[in-house]
């Protein structure tokens, strides 16, 4: 007979960050060249689980430090206003492509400017991806 295959929810499994890793979060977000540096002001036992967890932070690309960094200390309280001012200020088709690149929990927010979500040239596609990547950072 086979077993069952288990599937595990990620969320769930993963251990919540404790003061140490949550410290060498930030210092890694906003000093990264200064890290080892920065982290020697905890104690030895601290010092030695936050030097490791930014390693590993320092292994992975930008968008899943910057995916951690907002579950572990919340989006930016002026998103709204950030992605108003972004979307209101846009015309044609780089509007489209913007509201387009949001997050899907953040496009009812705009539900006036949905109606065109088609196809982009991929310059347009690029630059609306950045500038929503930007704006939520």
Avoid: W, Y
């Amino acid at each position: 007979m086979s077993q069952a295959t288990r599937i595990i929810n990620q969320k769930q499994s993963r251990q919540a960050l404790g003061f140490a890793e949550r410290v060498a979060l930030f210092v890694v977000a906003t000093h990264k060249a200064r890290t080892e540096e920065l982290l020697t002001g905890l104690s030895n036992e601290a010092r030695q689980r936050a030097q490791d967890f930014s390693t590993e932070l320092l292994a992975r690309d930008s968008s899943q430090r910057q995916a951690l960094l907002a579950h572990e200390f919340g989006a930016r309280p002026d998103i709204g206003a950030r992605l108003r001012a972004l979307i209101v200020d846009a015309r044609g088709p780089l509007r489209a492509a913007l509201v387009a690149a949001l997050p899907v929990h953040l496009r009812p927010s705009f539900p006036q400017f949905t109606q065109g979500l088609t196809e982009f040239s991929p310059a347009t596609r690029a630059l609306a991806t950045r500038l929503v990547r930007e704006v939520l950072r």
